[in-house]
Protein backbone atom coordinates (compact mmCIF):
# COMPACT_ATOMS: atom_id res chain seq x y z
CA UNK A 1 0.00 0.00 0.00
CA UNK A 2 1.33 3.40 -1.10
CA UNK A 3 0.96 5.76 1.96
CA UNK A 4 0.69 10.04 1.34
CA UNK A 5 1.37 10.85 4.74
CA UNK A 6 4.41 13.10 4.64
CA UNK A 7 6.60 13.38 8.04
CA UNK A 8 5.07 16.68 8.87
CA UNK A 9 0.98 15.09 9.17
CA UNK A 10 3.16 12.13 10.97
CA UNK A 11 4.66 14.80 13.57
CA UNK A 12 1.53 16.64 13.55
CA UNK A 13 -0.98 13.71 14.43
CA UNK A 14 1.86 12.74 17.27
CA UNK A 15 1.72 16.11 18.57
CA UNK A 16 -1.96 15.97 19.08
CA UNK A 17 -1.61 12.82 21.21
CA UNK A 18 1.10 14.00 23.28
CA UNK A 19 -1.56 17.24 24.21
CA UNK A 20 -3.47 14.32 25.46
CA UNK A 21 -1.13 12.84 27.33
CA UNK A 22 0.38 16.06 28.75
CA UNK A 23 -2.93 16.59 29.97
CA UNK A 24 -3.21 13.03 31.76
CA UNK A 25 -0.02 13.53 33.24
CA UNK A 26 -0.62 16.77 35.77
CA UNK A 27 -3.60 15.61 36.91
CA UNK A 28 -2.04 12.26 38.21
CA UNK A 29 0.67 13.79 39.81
CA UNK A 30 -1.49 16.22 41.83
CA UNK A 31 -4.00 13.17 43.07
CA UNK A 32 -1.54 10.78 43.33
CA UNK A 33 0.56 13.11 46.07
CA UNK A 34 -2.37 13.83 47.65
CA UNK A 35 -3.81 10.51 47.68
CA UNK A 36 -0.29 9.47 48.94
CA UNK A 37 -0.19 12.29 51.10
CA UNK A 38 -3.08 11.06 52.89
CA UNK A 39 -2.11 7.59 53.04
CA UNK A 40 1.13 7.85 53.89
CA UNK A 41 -0.01 10.36 57.04
CA UNK A 42 -2.24 7.80 58.23
CA UNK A 43 0.24 4.97 58.05
CA UNK A 44 2.58 6.92 59.99
CA UNK A 45 0.29 7.45 62.97
CA UNK A 46 -0.41 3.06 63.24
CA UNK A 47 -4.16 3.11 63.83
CA UNK A 48 -4.70 -0.57 64.35
CA UNK A 49 -7.12 -1.81 61.89
CA UNK A 50 -6.88 0.85 59.44
CA UNK A 51 -3.36 0.44 59.14
CA UNK A 52 -3.63 -3.46 58.14
CA UNK A 53 -6.97 -1.93 55.25
CA UNK A 54 -4.16 0.38 53.79
CA UNK A 55 -1.32 -2.02 53.91
CA UNK A 56 -4.10 -4.22 51.54
CA UNK A 57 -4.35 -1.40 49.28
CA UNK A 58 -0.41 -1.02 48.93
CA UNK A 59 0.24 -4.53 48.72
CA UNK A 60 -2.94 -4.79 45.79
CA UNK A 61 -1.54 -1.84 43.76
CA UNK A 62 1.86 -2.74 43.98
CA UNK A 63 1.50 -6.15 42.65
CA UNK A 64 -0.91 -5.25 40.16
CA UNK A 65 0.38 -4.41 37.02
CA UNK A 66 -1.24 -1.53 35.31
CA UNK A 67 -2.26 -2.50 32.43
CA UNK A 68 -4.46 -5.13 33.89
CA UNK A 69 -5.97 -2.80 36.54
CA UNK A 70 -6.99 -0.18 33.00
CA UNK A 71 -8.46 -2.48 31.57
CA UNK A 72 -11.06 -4.32 34.87
CA UNK A 73 -11.50 -0.27 35.03
CA UNK A 74 -12.36 0.72 31.93
CA UNK A 75 -14.35 -2.39 31.70
CA UNK A 76 -15.82 -3.02 35.19
CA UNK A 77 -16.95 0.90 35.45
CA UNK A 78 -17.79 1.68 31.92
CA UNK A 79 -17.28 5.43 32.30
CA UNK A 80 -17.68 7.29 29.07
CA UNK A 81 -15.02 9.06 29.31
CA UNK A 82 -12.41 7.13 28.95
CA UNK A 83 -10.12 9.89 30.20
CA UNK A 84 -11.17 9.99 33.52
CA UNK A 85 -10.47 5.83 33.87
CA UNK A 86 -7.02 6.48 32.25
CA UNK A 87 -6.06 9.27 35.27
CA UNK A 88 -8.76 7.60 38.32
CA UNK A 89 -6.33 4.29 37.47
CA UNK A 90 -2.97 5.95 37.37
CA UNK A 91 -3.52 7.80 40.44
CA UNK A 92 -5.01 5.27 42.63
CA UNK A 93 -1.96 2.80 41.29
CA UNK A 94 0.56 5.43 42.10
CA UNK A 95 -0.90 6.17 45.04
CA UNK A 96 -0.02 2.88 46.35
CA UNK A 97 3.86 3.50 45.95
CA UNK A 98 3.78 7.34 47.34
CA UNK A 99 2.26 6.45 50.15
CA UNK A 100 5.46 3.85 51.31
CA UNK A 101 7.61 6.68 49.80
CA UNK A 102 5.94 9.68 52.06
CA UNK A 103 5.65 7.44 55.23
CA UNK A 104 9.28 6.49 54.95
CA UNK A 105 9.93 10.03 54.66
CA UNK A 106 7.98 10.87 57.72
CA UNK A 107 9.06 8.08 60.11
CA UNK A 108 12.35 9.19 59.57
CA UNK A 109 11.86 12.47 60.62
CA UNK A 110 13.90 12.43 64.81
CA UNK A 111 11.99 11.61 67.70
CA UNK A 112 13.17 14.91 69.54
CA UNK A 113 11.56 17.14 67.26
CA UNK A 114 8.04 15.54 67.45
CA UNK A 115 9.18 15.58 71.39
CA UNK A 116 9.91 19.17 71.18
CA UNK A 117 7.07 19.84 69.08
CA UNK A 118 4.89 18.50 72.13
CA UNK A 119 6.64 20.35 75.05
CA UNK A 120 6.21 23.40 72.84
CA UNK A 121 2.43 22.74 73.15
CA UNK A 122 1.66 22.27 69.08
CA UNK A 123 -1.20 19.89 68.61
CA UNK A 124 -0.52 16.89 66.21
CA UNK A 125 -2.36 18.61 63.68
CA UNK A 126 0.30 21.55 63.92
CA UNK A 127 3.27 19.25 64.05
CA UNK A 128 2.34 17.31 61.21
CA UNK A 129 1.68 20.30 59.00
CA UNK A 130 4.12 22.85 60.24
CA UNK A 131 7.37 20.61 61.55
CA UNK A 132 7.17 17.00 59.84
CA UNK A 133 5.56 17.74 56.32
CA UNK A 134 8.09 20.51 55.64
CA UNK A 135 11.05 18.67 56.27
CA UNK A 136 10.22 15.49 54.91
CA UNK A 137 11.04 17.06 50.69
CA UNK A 138 14.85 16.83 51.36
CA UNK A 139 14.68 13.07 52.30
CA UNK A 140 12.30 11.80 49.70
CA UNK A 141 12.81 13.95 46.21
CA UNK A 142 14.84 11.00 44.70
CA UNK A 143 11.96 8.76 45.33
CA UNK A 144 9.17 11.20 44.51
CA UNK A 145 11.17 11.99 41.04
CA UNK A 146 11.83 8.42 40.64
CA UNK A 147 8.19 7.38 41.27
CA UNK A 148 7.27 10.32 38.70
CA UNK A 149 9.67 9.13 35.80
CA UNK A 150 7.28 5.51 36.18
CA UNK A 151 4.42 7.38 36.32
CA UNK A 152 5.07 9.35 33.39
CA UNK A 153 6.33 6.60 31.35
CA UNK A 154 2.91 4.11 32.42
CA UNK A 155 1.23 7.26 30.97
CA UNK A 156 1.69 4.98 27.44
CA UNK A 157 -0.43 2.30 28.93
CA UNK A 158 -3.71 4.65 28.14
CA UNK A 159 -3.56 3.96 25.05
CA UNK A 160 -4.84 0.42 25.21
CA UNK A 161 -8.64 1.74 26.70
CA UNK A 162 -8.58 4.49 23.70
CA UNK A 163 -7.94 7.69 25.19
CA UNK A 164 -6.08 8.85 22.25
CA UNK A 165 -2.36 9.82 23.51
CA UNK A 166 0.79 9.66 22.20
CA UNK A 167 0.90 5.60 21.79
CA UNK A 168 -2.38 5.34 20.08
CA UNK A 169 -1.67 7.95 17.88
CA UNK A 170 1.86 6.23 16.99
CA UNK A 171 -0.15 2.72 16.57
CA UNK A 172 -2.74 4.25 14.50
CA UNK A 173 0.40 5.83 12.34
CA UNK A 174 2.05 2.93 12.06
CA UNK A 175 -0.88 0.73 10.72
CA UNK A 176 -0.83 3.37 8.15
CA UNK A 177 2.92 3.81 7.24
CA UNK A 178 4.35 0.57 8.07
CA UNK A 179 7.39 2.55 9.41
CA UNK A 180 7.28 1.51 12.87
CA UNK A 181 11.07 2.02 14.20
CA UNK A 182 10.48 5.45 12.62
CA UNK A 183 7.52 6.05 14.49
CA UNK A 184 8.12 4.45 17.96
CA UNK A 185 11.83 5.85 17.96
CA UNK A 186 10.09 9.53 18.09
CA UNK A 187 7.49 8.51 20.01
CA UNK A 188 10.43 6.81 22.81
CA UNK A 189 12.08 10.40 22.32
CA UNK A 190 9.56 12.31 23.72
CA UNK A 191 9.20 10.00 26.59
CA UNK A 192 12.77 10.22 26.91
CA UNK A 193 12.84 13.82 27.05
CA UNK A 194 10.48 13.80 29.71
CA UNK A 195 12.22 11.57 32.01
CA UNK A 196 15.56 12.55 31.62
CA UNK A 197 14.49 15.87 32.44
CA UNK A 198 12.21 15.07 35.31
CA UNK A 199 15.86 13.01 36.57
CA UNK A 200 18.16 16.07 36.16
CA UNK A 201 15.39 18.32 37.37
CA UNK A 202 14.68 16.15 40.79
CA UNK A 203 19.02 16.54 40.94
CA UNK A 204 18.66 19.78 40.99
CA UNK A 205 16.17 20.18 43.24
CA UNK A 206 18.13 18.14 46.13
CA UNK A 207 20.84 20.11 45.55
CA UNK A 208 19.41 23.46 46.07
CA UNK A 209 17.29 22.05 48.75
CA UNK A 210 20.71 20.96 50.56
CA UNK A 211 22.41 24.07 49.83
CA UNK A 212 19.10 25.95 51.41
CA UNK A 213 19.43 23.37 54.59
CA UNK A 214 23.18 24.45 55.13
CA UNK A 215 22.37 27.49 54.58
CA UNK A 216 20.04 28.15 57.57
CA UNK A 217 21.05 26.50 60.12
CA UNK A 218 24.78 26.69 59.40
CA UNK A 219 25.73 23.15 59.62
CA UNK A 220 26.26 20.63 57.06
CA UNK B 1 -19.98 -6.73 39.28
CA UNK B 2 -20.24 -10.88 40.60
CA UNK B 3 -17.91 -13.70 40.88
CA UNK B 4 -18.50 -16.69 39.03
CA UNK B 5 -16.51 -20.11 40.08
CA UNK B 6 -18.08 -21.79 37.26
CA UNK B 7 -16.55 -19.69 34.91
CA UNK B 8 -12.84 -20.16 36.62
CA UNK B 9 -13.46 -23.98 36.86
CA UNK B 10 -14.19 -24.06 33.04
CA UNK B 11 -11.16 -21.71 32.39
CA UNK B 12 -8.82 -23.26 34.88
CA UNK B 13 -6.54 -25.38 32.17
CA UNK B 14 -6.29 -22.11 30.46
CA UNK B 15 -5.00 -20.25 33.33
CA UNK B 16 -2.94 -22.64 34.49
CA UNK B 17 -1.29 -22.42 31.27
CA UNK B 18 -1.63 -18.86 31.30
CA UNK B 19 0.41 -18.62 34.64
CA UNK B 20 3.13 -21.27 33.21
CA UNK B 21 3.53 -18.52 30.20
CA UNK B 22 3.92 -15.52 32.39
CA UNK B 23 6.29 -17.19 34.58
CA UNK B 24 8.80 -18.39 32.09
CA UNK B 25 8.37 -15.30 30.90
CA UNK B 26 9.16 -13.35 33.97
CA UNK B 27 12.09 -15.94 34.73
CA UNK B 28 13.65 -15.89 31.28
CA UNK B 29 14.01 -12.09 31.02
CA UNK B 30 14.63 -11.68 34.59
CA UNK B 31 17.93 -14.03 34.41
CA UNK B 32 18.73 -12.72 30.78
CA UNK B 33 18.43 -8.79 32.54
CA UNK B 34 20.61 -10.06 35.28
CA UNK B 35 23.44 -10.72 32.47
CA UNK B 36 22.85 -7.83 30.97
CA UNK B 37 22.99 -5.70 34.01
CA UNK B 38 25.87 -7.04 35.53
CA UNK B 39 28.15 -7.04 31.98
CA UNK B 40 26.90 -3.36 31.53
CA UNK B 41 27.64 -2.54 35.59
CA UNK B 42 31.20 -4.13 35.33
CA UNK B 43 31.83 -2.61 31.82
CA UNK B 44 31.35 0.56 33.04
CA UNK B 45 33.58 -0.08 36.25
CA UNK B 46 36.54 -0.37 33.55
CA UNK B 47 36.47 3.07 33.48
CA UNK B 48 37.53 3.11 29.64
CA UNK B 49 35.84 6.70 28.63
CA UNK B 50 34.33 5.67 25.57
CA UNK B 51 33.20 2.41 26.65
CA UNK B 52 31.37 4.05 30.06
CA UNK B 53 29.69 6.53 27.68
CA UNK B 54 28.20 4.20 25.65
CA UNK B 55 27.21 2.08 28.47
CA UNK B 56 25.75 5.07 30.25
CA UNK B 57 23.60 6.20 27.03
CA UNK B 58 22.52 2.54 26.90
CA UNK B 59 20.88 2.45 30.27
CA UNK B 60 19.46 6.06 30.21
CA UNK B 61 17.91 5.35 26.74
CA UNK B 62 16.16 2.29 27.80
CA UNK B 63 15.75 3.26 31.36
CA UNK B 64 13.62 6.66 30.21
CA UNK B 65 11.09 5.26 27.94
CA UNK B 66 8.31 3.28 28.40
CA UNK B 67 8.16 -0.53 28.27
CA UNK B 68 5.76 -0.84 25.68
CA UNK B 69 7.11 1.54 23.25
CA UNK B 70 10.23 -0.49 23.33
CA UNK B 71 7.90 -3.74 22.80
CA UNK B 72 6.24 -2.30 19.29
CA UNK B 73 9.86 -0.74 18.39
CA UNK B 74 10.93 -4.68 18.25
CA UNK B 75 7.70 -6.36 17.59
CA UNK B 76 6.60 -4.25 14.25
CA UNK B 77 10.62 -3.23 13.93
CA UNK B 78 12.48 -6.74 13.84
CA UNK B 79 10.15 -8.10 11.23
CA UNK B 80 10.32 -5.12 9.26
CA UNK B 81 14.11 -5.86 8.59
CA UNK B 82 14.09 -9.36 8.24
CA UNK B 83 14.06 -10.79 11.69
CA UNK B 84 11.60 -13.37 12.21
CA UNK B 85 11.35 -14.44 16.16
CA UNK B 86 8.22 -15.71 17.68
CA UNK B 87 6.36 -13.08 19.58
CA UNK B 88 7.54 -14.48 23.00
CA UNK B 89 11.20 -14.58 22.31
CA UNK B 90 10.01 -10.81 21.06
CA UNK B 91 8.74 -9.89 24.62
CA UNK B 92 11.20 -11.32 26.57
CA UNK B 93 13.86 -9.51 24.42
CA UNK B 94 11.98 -6.27 24.87
CA UNK B 95 11.80 -7.41 28.86
CA UNK B 96 15.48 -7.90 29.03
CA UNK B 97 16.99 -4.60 27.48
CA UNK B 98 14.64 -2.84 29.85
CA UNK B 99 15.18 -4.74 33.00
CA UNK B 100 18.72 -4.85 32.19
CA UNK B 101 19.39 -1.23 32.12
CA UNK B 102 17.88 -0.79 35.38
CA UNK B 103 19.45 -3.57 37.26
CA UNK B 104 22.64 -2.42 35.48
CA UNK B 105 22.14 0.98 37.64
CA UNK B 106 21.70 -0.66 40.69
CA UNK B 107 24.93 -2.82 40.29
CA UNK B 108 26.75 0.12 39.04
CA UNK B 109 25.53 2.14 42.27
CA UNK B 110 26.28 -1.12 44.64
CA UNK B 111 30.10 -1.03 42.95
CA UNK B 112 30.91 2.36 43.58
CA UNK B 113 29.40 1.82 47.14
CA UNK B 114 32.13 -1.40 47.79
CA UNK B 115 35.03 0.67 50.19
CA UNK B 116 37.99 2.15 48.75
CA UNK B 117 40.42 -0.03 51.47
CA UNK B 118 39.19 -2.72 48.71
CA UNK B 119 40.49 -1.51 45.75
CA UNK B 120 43.59 -0.29 46.88
CA UNK B 121 44.43 -3.50 49.15
CA UNK B 122 43.93 -5.66 45.91
CA UNK B 123 46.27 -3.06 44.10
CA UNK B 124 48.95 -3.88 46.88
CA UNK B 125 48.79 -7.26 46.32
CA UNK B 126 49.42 -6.97 42.41
CA UNK B 127 46.11 -7.70 41.15
CA UNK B 128 44.98 -5.83 37.42
CA UNK B 129 41.85 -4.15 37.79
CA UNK B 130 39.62 -6.38 35.65
CA UNK B 131 40.76 -9.48 38.63
CA UNK B 132 40.01 -7.31 41.18
CA UNK B 133 36.57 -6.52 39.67
CA UNK B 134 35.77 -10.20 39.26
CA UNK B 135 37.49 -11.58 42.14
CA UNK B 136 37.06 -9.26 45.03
CA UNK B 137 34.77 -6.00 43.98
CA UNK B 138 31.77 -7.39 42.23
CA UNK B 139 31.11 -10.69 44.34
CA UNK B 140 30.51 -8.13 47.08
CA UNK B 141 28.91 -5.80 45.35
CA UNK B 142 26.02 -8.11 44.16
CA UNK B 143 25.48 -9.01 47.52
CA UNK B 144 24.88 -5.47 48.74
CA UNK B 145 22.78 -4.89 45.69
CA UNK B 146 20.32 -7.69 46.71
CA UNK B 147 17.58 -5.36 48.54
CA UNK B 148 17.59 -3.31 46.03
CA UNK B 149 17.40 -6.16 42.65
CA UNK B 150 14.54 -8.27 44.35
CA UNK B 151 12.47 -5.19 44.72
CA UNK B 152 13.18 -4.23 40.78
CA UNK B 153 12.80 -8.62 40.23
CA UNK B 154 9.42 -8.09 41.60
CA UNK B 155 8.41 -5.34 38.79
CA UNK B 156 9.43 -8.12 36.09
CA UNK B 157 6.49 -10.35 36.88
CA UNK B 158 3.86 -7.07 36.38
CA UNK B 159 6.00 -6.61 32.78
CA UNK B 160 5.00 -9.74 31.82
CA UNK B 161 1.35 -8.77 31.23
CA UNK B 162 2.45 -6.53 28.92
CA UNK B 163 2.69 -9.26 26.47
CA UNK B 164 -0.68 -9.50 26.67
CA UNK B 165 -0.25 -6.59 23.78
CA UNK B 166 1.77 -8.76 21.24
CA UNK B 167 -0.56 -11.58 21.34
CA UNK B 168 1.05 -14.24 23.88
CA UNK B 169 -1.95 -15.96 26.11
CA UNK B 170 -0.34 -14.58 29.70
CA UNK B 171 -2.53 -14.19 32.90
CA UNK B 172 -3.68 -10.55 31.77
CA UNK B 173 -5.00 -11.92 27.80
CA UNK B 174 -6.68 -14.70 29.70
CA UNK B 175 -8.43 -12.03 31.59
CA UNK B 176 -9.68 -10.21 28.58
CA UNK B 177 -10.33 -13.41 26.40
CA UNK B 178 -13.17 -14.65 29.21
CA UNK B 179 -14.17 -10.73 29.33
CA UNK B 180 -14.76 -10.33 25.82
CA UNK B 181 -16.46 -13.55 25.63
CA UNK B 182 -19.02 -13.72 28.92
CA UNK B 183 -18.70 -10.05 29.33
CA UNK B 184 -17.90 -11.12 32.90
CA UNK B 185 -14.78 -9.30 34.82
CA UNK B 186 -14.01 -12.69 36.67
CA UNK B 187 -11.28 -12.92 34.72
CA UNK B 188 -9.65 -9.88 35.50
CA UNK B 189 -10.20 -10.77 39.38
CA UNK B 190 -8.86 -14.07 39.70
CA UNK B 191 -5.96 -13.09 37.24
CA UNK B 192 -5.49 -10.11 39.92
CA UNK B 193 -5.33 -12.46 42.38
CA UNK B 194 -2.89 -14.58 41.02
CA UNK B 195 -0.67 -11.58 40.17
CA UNK B 196 -1.16 -10.51 43.97
CA UNK B 197 0.15 -13.88 45.72
CA UNK B 198 2.92 -14.22 43.27
CA UNK B 199 4.21 -10.84 44.45
CA UNK B 200 3.72 -11.49 47.69
CA UNK B 201 5.50 -14.55 47.12
CA UNK B 202 8.59 -12.76 45.70
CA UNK B 203 8.35 -10.46 48.33
CA UNK B 204 8.96 -13.26 50.93
CA UNK B 205 11.82 -15.27 49.29
CA UNK B 206 13.41 -11.65 48.91
CA UNK B 207 12.84 -11.43 52.51
CA UNK B 208 14.51 -14.99 53.18
CA UNK B 209 17.17 -14.20 50.85
CA UNK B 210 18.44 -10.55 51.89
CA UNK B 211 18.84 -12.36 55.57
CA UNK B 212 20.69 -14.91 54.39
CA UNK B 213 22.79 -12.91 52.88
CA UNK B 214 23.57 -10.45 55.01
CA UNK B 215 27.55 -10.33 56.87
CA UNK B 216 28.06 -9.45 59.51
CA UNK B 217 31.32 -7.93 60.43
Not at chain 1, 76 to 82: Q, V
Not at chain 1, 185 to 201: E, R, T
Request: charged share 15%; net charge positive.
Amino acid sequence: METAISFGEVLISLGRGALQTFRIVPLCVLFSLAGGMVLGIVQSRKIPVIREIINVYIVIMRGLPPLLLMMFFFFAFKLSIAFVTAVLVLSLYHTGYLAEIIRGGIEAIPKGQLEAAESLGLSSYSTMTKVVIPQIWYQIIPSLAGEYIVLVKDTALVSVIGVGDIMQEGTELMQLTYKPFEIYFLIGAFFFVICFSLQQLSGWAEKALRSKLVGSEGRA
Amino acid sequence: MEFSFRLIGTWLPKFIGALVVSLEAAVASGILALCVGSVVAFGMALRNRTLTYCLQVFTAVFRNSPLIVQLFFWFYGLPFIGIKMSSFFTGVLAITLNEGAFFAEIIRGSINGVPKNDWEAAESLGLGRGRILTNVIFPQALRNAIPALTGQISLVIKDTSLLSMIMIVELTRVGSMIYNQYFDLTGFIFAAALYVVLFIGINRASFVLENRSRVRR
